[in-house]
T-cell receptor
């Protein structure tokens, strides 16, 4: 149990285009999902907390208009990187928390390369 | 503010050696949770353990063991008789409570040589 999937696993796009990443909890409902970003050989940094049916909470320094988050159902959250630029190239990882377990389970991540 | 420090950036051992990963945390909360995650080269984070602030019992799971000491704000992780498959980056993390964000340490890269 507690499986989280992400799609796509990797994406290459041209500068200026938008990219959507999906995060799904496959065998449980997640009222809260989290989006992290990890640059090479660095730790994970939280970008935003996504709650089903409400607006996401962004961490300081993360542009909410650039990184659009939608949590439309208890099993799906999406992150859209709008007008992507090379500096947005990174490893994006989502996690989902099972209510009452106080543990986040992570997806396999999405590698984004913006040319 | 919460902070997690993993002082060791990289550890290299020979197979069958034991390896201990240090984790020191800072928090003003009386209730909190500590975690260890493993990140193999594939990138996916694998949950290893969760410990709440009121449970200082050490835990052993197979070749893995954890030593939680509130007095020194440490939550160290030991791999006994390491294997090549243990090669990965290991992250210690701290969370305030359920539904709260994880604060990660910088990670420790473990390389187990055959």
């Amino acid at each position: 149990g507690a499986v989280v999937s992400q799609h796509p696993s990797w994406v290459i796009c041209k500068s200026g285009t938008s990219v959507k990443i999906e995060c799904r909890s496959l065998d449980f409902q997640a009222t809260t999902m989290f989006w992290y970003r990890q640059f090479p050989k660095q730790s994970l940094m939280l970008m935003a907390t996504s709650n089903e049916g409400s607006k996401a909470t962004y961490e300081q320094g993360v542009e909410k208009d650039k990184f659009l988050i939608n949590h439309a159902s208890l099993t799906l959250s999406t992150l859209t990187v709008t007008s992507a630029h090379p500096e947005d190239s990174s490893f994006y990882i989502c996690s989902a928390e099972i209510a009452g377990r106080e543990t986040q389970y992570f997806g396999p991540g999405t590698r984004l390369l913006v040319l | 503010a919460q902070k997690v420090t993993q002082a060791q950036t990289e550890i290299s051992v020979v197979e069958k050696e034991d390896v201990t990963l240090d984790c020191v945390y800072e928090t003003r909360d009386t209730t909190y949770y500590l975690f260890w995650y493993k990140q193999p080269p594939s990138g996916e984070l694998v949950f290893l353990i969760r410990r709440n602030s009121f449970d200082e019992q050490n835990e052993i799971s197979g070749r893995y063991s954890w030593n939680f000491q509130k007095s020194t704000s440490s939550f160290n992780f030991t791999i006994t008789a390491s294997q090549v498959v243990d090669s990965a980056v290991y992250f210690c993390a701290l969370s305030k409570a359920a539904g709260n964000k994880l604060t990660f340490g910088g990670g420790t890269r473990v390389l187990v040589k055959p």
